[in-house]
């Protein structure tokens, strides 16, 4: 974990250190994005839950290597979480996180790109709806601070600036010290290049 967040860190310094070239104006971008979020958790055994809908905003900058590839550092504001019915009681986690996905970009095509990349991502909100039907011995998990995974994407960037993205986090950090539960998060994202 510490190493990923060095890693990250040095990449991000050298991406800001990186704009304020000369070249800089040529060479990187940045712009805001937002959409929908589709977030479950899934446990070891690869069962997963019902989903939480929520949404996602933030910030990024891209920083181009060549022609056909860039990094792009970002700075999102997510809800996640997840939902579970059965016939003794639904359960509602909504916890919602301060994320920062590093993603390397790769560009086939002018208008297509693939990427994938790090994330590390704050727990800044938590908040617990449940109903019982039966009588239970339920047990409320305190979620960790710290969540982090692996982002993969696709999406499309006209010449105008509008960027349509689809991004899938997989959560490799636990959710609960109790429990093995990881984060799984669909994206769908609309984004503006200035």
Sequence with gaps: MRILVIIMAFVL????????TQ???????????????LASVRN??????????GLHIGFFGESYLSNFLSIQTELTYSQQGYKIENSN????QKIDYIN???????????VFYLEAGPQIGYAITHKEQIETFVINNNNAYEPNSFDW?????VGFKSETGIILGARY??????IYEETDDYNNVLQLSLGFEF
């Design 13 to 20: 310094s050298y991406n800001i250190n990186a704009q304020s």
């Design 169 to 174: 986090h997989y959560g490799l950090g636990k």
């Design 89 to 92: 009681y639904r359960l509602t």
């Design 100 to 110: 920062l996905p590093l993603m390397l970009k790769l560009y086939p095509m002018q």
């Design 149 to 153: 995974g692996l982002n993969f994407g």
């Design 44 to 53: 070891s055994d690869g069962d997963e839950t019902d989903q939480r809908h």
């Design 23 to 37: 070249k800089a104006a040529e060479d990187s971008s940045f712009g805001i994005k937002g959409g929908y979020n």
